[in-house]
T-cell receptor, first 109, second 113 residues
């Protein structure tokens, strides 16, 4: 089946630092979704990307749809403690949705 | 407000007992999903349903059962055949068709003792 590879698997950063993570696929996707899961909660949709090359921001978050359609990137600027959680990418090309395994972010104050 | 509701938030059961987790949505979504999440792990698909009275096994269906008698409801039963049932269970829903976003419930943490 379809697989999405997320990297890094985990990261520890200092408060105030910028964060970058990515998601790659062996197949082309026409839509990319990024979710955040707070500890003990369900994932919440952060950003949806619908066009190759698209760059979309949501506050301190910026996501990009790769030109090859096989990857996507999520950046968080000036991290704060509440950014802690797991970030998932997803490709809704098919039912059921395909999810990456997530990037676990820890922020050290 | 529209949304997807899982209940209860925490559930404790004795080993060998079946237990049913509730998932209800009022988003008028056709598709519903159940995922299992273990500590430090990603989301693993248990079952999904694209229409009432129909559902398909996901990657880890053994030891679980579901029903989809109503569009709004997709309960998951964790049976005694599930060898390691203690986990965090997430329900999600989405419209059918490609390129649609899924919405998640808040999860149920099941502990079997």
């Amino acid at each position: 089946g379809q697989q999405l590879n997320q990297s890094p698997q985990s990261m520890f950063i200092q408060e105030g630092e910028d964060v970058s993570m990515n998601c790659t696929s062996s197949s082309i996707f026409n839509t990319w979704l990024w979710y955040k899961q707070d500890p003990g909660e369900g994932p919440v949709l952060l950003i949806a990307l619908y066009k190759a090359g698209e760059l979309t921001s949501n506050g301190r978050l910026t996501a990009q749809f790769g030109i090859t359609r096989k990857d996507s990137f999520l950046n968080i600027s000036a991290s704060i403690p509440s950014d802690v959680g797991i970030y998932f990418c997803a490709g809704p090309e098919y039912t059921p949705l395909v999810f990456g395994k997530g990037t676990r972010l820890s922020v050290i104050a | 407000d529209g949304g997807i509701t899982q209940s209860p938030k925490y559930l404790f059961r004795k080993e060998g007992q079946n237990v049913t987790l509730s998932c209800e949505q009022n988003l008028n979504h056709d598709a519903m999903y159940w995922y299992r999440q273990d500590p430090g792990q990603g989301l693993r698909l248990i079952y999904y349903s694209q229409i009432v009275n129909d559902f398909q096994k996901g990657d880890i269906a053994e030891g679980y059962s579901v029903s989809r008698e109503k569009k709004e409801s997709f309960p998951l039963t964790v049976t005694s055949a599930q060898k390691n049932p203690t986990a965090f269970y997430l329900c999600a829903s989405s419209p059918t068709g490609a390129y649609t976003e899924a919405f998640f419930g808040q999860g149920t943490r099941l502990t079997v003792v």
